[in-house]
């Protein structure tokens, strides 16, 4: 039905990809925390795609939220999550699992709310370096992923959002949300697709 009414077309891959890792911070990756889940699967095929634009030396970006004691900057968001009170600037929890450390170079944005993109210069800095296409890994599908791949998508870069390197809390929602987004807002590929991507010798890295 989306297709023969205009719907679900593909962007495809661009020229200068750089790789968005979305809050896959201590809090989410930890089933012991209120906010977290098990996304040992998603954190593994992450690390994977990391290493290999780590290889060929494109840009990497990470986010993390966190926020001020007091909590202002989290306004109506943190009413509607309370468990986000967990997230205090240099708590433990804010930080990037270890097992995806980030490098030297690597940026890490602090954003209060669903969007890598509200509140931060990430736009600016992907122009910056040049980049066209934003692939996309992190938690949740529902929430962070899903706001920051239409804002990809609403600043000009195609949005590529791999399947195996993004989770959530609730397979139904990860599901539904995936699949509206291949529809209206990304690409949503492959773990493999990607790869062979970055692997094409004639792409001009």
């Given at each position: 039905?989306?297709?023969?009414?205009?719907?679900?077309?593909?962007?495809?891959?661009?020229v200068?990809?750089?790789?968005?890792?979305?809050?896959?911070?201590?809090?989410f990756?930890d089933?012991?925390?209120?906010?977290?889940?098990?996304?040992?699967?998603?954190?593994?095929?992450?690390a994977?795609?990391?290493?290999?634009?780590?290889?060929?030396?494109?840009?990497?970006?990470?986010?993390?939220t966190?926020?001020?004691?007091?909590?202002?900057?989290?306004?109506?968001?943190?009413?509607?999550?309370?468990?986000?009170?967990?997230l205090?600037?240099?708590?433990?929890?804010?930080?990037?699992?270890?097992?995806?450390?980030?490098?030297?170079?690597?940026?890490?944005?602090?954003?209060?709310y669903?969007?890598?993109?509200?509140?931060?210069?990430?736009?600016?800095?992907?122009?910056?370096?040049?980049?066209d296409?934003?692939?996309i890994?992190?938690?949740?599908t529902?929430?962070?992923?899903?706001?920051?791949?239409?804002?990809?998508?609403?600043?000009?870069?195609?949005?590529?959002?791999v399947?195996?390197?993004?989770?959530?809390?609730?397979?139904?929602?990860?599901?539904?949300?995936?699949?509206?987004?291949d529809?209206?807002?990304?690409?949503?590929?492959?773990?493999?697709?990607?790869?062979?991507?970055?692997?094409?010798?004639?792409?001009?890295?």
């Amino acid at each position: 039905m989306y297709q023969q009414r205009g719907f679900a077309n593909r962007v495809g891959f661009g020229v200068k990809p750089a790789l968005l890792i979305i809050d896959f911070i201590n809090a989410f990756t930890d089933e012991s925390c209120p906010l977290g889940s098990n996304l040992d699967e998603e954190i593994a095929a992450t690390a994977k795609l990391l290493a290999e634009f780590r290889a060929k030396k494109l840009p990497v970006h990470f986010t993390t939220t966190a926020y001020e004691e007091g909590f202002a900057s989290g306004g109506v968001f943190i009413k509607k999550v309370p468990s986000l009170k967990l997230l205090k600037l240099g708590s433990p929890l804010v930080e990037i699992d270890e097992r995806l450390k980030p490098a030297a170079g690597e940026i890490v944005w602090t954003k209060q709310y669903a969007s890598a993109f509200f509140g931060t210069a990430l736009a600016a800095a992907l122009i910056a370096q040049t980049v066209d296409t934003l692939i996309i890994a992190g938690c949740t599908t529902s929430g962070c992923v899903r706001a920051s791949a239409v804002d990809t998508c609403q600043n000009g870069f195609r949005a590529i959002v791999v399947r195996e390197c993004v989770g959530d809390r609730s397979a139904s929602a990860h599901a539904a949300n995936l699949s509206d987004l291949d529809v209206k807002y990304a690409d949503v590929t492959s773990l493999q697709e990607v790869e062979d991507y970055l692997w094409q010798r004639e792409i001009p890295f």
